[in-house]
């Protein structure tokens, strides 16, 4: 997903959004967009999959590098 995307999806409002957001996170691949979608807009309905994403010690760095 590019930068435009991400900031675009980022601004938008409303449920939808969260919902394509959490989406993102089923695709290892954009799981780390996922990640920084989520703390930009501060998704507490993510947090079952970041608790997961938290046991994998790959995705765990991506973790880390966004919330530190």
């Known amino acids: 997903i590019g930068t435009v995307a991400q900031e675009a999806l980022a601004g938008l409002p409303g449920s939808e959004a969260d919902a394509a957001i959490l989406a993102l996170f089923d695709n290892p ?25 938290a046991k994998d010690a790959k995705m765990f760095s991506v973790l880390e590098r966004v919330f530190s």
């Open 29 to 53: 691949a954009t799981c780390p967009v996922a990640i920084s979608l989520a703390n930009q807009r501060r998704l507490t309905s993510a947090m079952p999959s970041l608790m997961k994403l």
